[in-house]
């Protein structure tokens, strides 16, 4: 049985989601530390000024902990990110199409960035059609067996060292050329949900 094990990311790469595609079961790590410059509150999306890093604030405290980490919500950010997201895919394809599903995750309040990207991460999954089981890590195992790791694979500072993915119609991809491994919803709003 193919297990992979994944870090809570937010708006996850496209390749993310293509290796939880094909995976037999999904484990999400809920007990690993937070880590600073990674994809757990930051998603890369394209825009007409080439590609724009999405940062969700944190709470900076002494919690260390994912699933303790809270969201900044004293600064706008959903409205900056929604804005951003909206400037950039409005024109795609499927972005009319999805945008009712993802909008309403830029008014509500989340305390929490481990709760907001799970919630986020299971609405891709409902529309990327994957249907494999997805569970939360029981503990932190450091070295795991019977089950591929993936945990520090998808990172921002190796988004362009990760196995080149198959060319897609990009929005701005007429002006800067094939953008690789960026944030799935891309993907999403430009193809539609089928690999």
Same mark, same amino acid.
């Given at each position: 049985?193919?297990?992979?094990?994944?870090?809570?990311?937010?708006?996850?790469?496209?390749?993310?989601?293509?290796?939880?595609?094909?995976?037999?079961?999904?484990?999400?790590?809920?007990?690993?530390?937070?880590?600073?410059?990674?994809?757990?509150?930051?998603?890369?999306?394209?825009?007409?000024?080439?590609?724009?890093?999405?940062?969700?604030?944190?709470?900076?405290?002494?919690?260390?902990?994912?699933?303790?980490?809270?969201?900044?919500?004293?600064?706008?950010?959903?409205? $900056?990110?929604?804005?951003?997201? !909206? +400037?950039?895919?409005? @024109?795609?394809?499927?972005?009319?199409? /999805?945008?009712?599903? =993802?909008?309403?995750?830029?008014?509500?309040?989340?305390?929490?960035?481990?709760?907001?990207?799970?919630?986020?991460?299971?609405?891709?999954?409902?529309?990327?059609?994957?249907? $494999?089981?997805?569970?939360?890590? !029981? +503990?932190?195992?450091? @070295?795991?067996?019977?089950?591929?790791? /993936?945990?520090?694979? =998808?990172?921002?500072?190796?988004?362009?060292?990760?196995?080149?993915?198959?060319?897609?119609?990009?929005?701005?991809?007429?002006?800067?050329?094939?953008?690789?491994?960026?944030?799935?919803?891309?993907?999403?709003?430009?193809?539609?949900?089928?690999?």
């Amino acid at each position: 049985m193919l297990q992979k094990l994944f870090s809570i990311a937010y708006f996850p790469p496209v390749d993310y989601i293509l290796e939880m595609k094909n995976a037999n079961s999904v484990v999400v790590e809920a007990h690993d530390n937070y880590q600073k410059q990674t994809y757990r509150n930051r998603t890369t999306i394209f825009t007409g000024n080439g590609l724009q890093d999405l940062i969700i604030p944190v709470v900076r405290n002494s919690e260390k902990k994912i699933t303790g980490i809270e969201i900044d919500n004293s600064v706008n950010w959903q409205r $900056n990110h929604w804005k951003t997201i !909206e +400037s950039a895919y409005n @024109n795609s394809p499927f972005f009319l199409y /999805y945008k009712d599903f =993802f909008e309403p995750f830029f008014k509500e309040k989340y305390q929490f960035l481990f709760e907001y990207n799970f919630a986020l991460l299971i609405l891709l999954r409902k529309l990327f059609s994957i249907h $494999n089981t997805i569970t939360l890590s !029981e +503990s932190y195992e450091k @070295n795991v067996i019977n089950m591929e790791d /993936y945990r520090h694979y =998808f990172l921002p500072k190796n988004r362009t060292f990760r196995p080149k993915m198959i060319e897609y119609q990009q929005v701005f991809s007429n002006r800067y050329g094939f953008m690789e491994n960026i944030t799935s919803i891309d993907y999403l709003f430009t193809m539609g949900t089928h690999f």
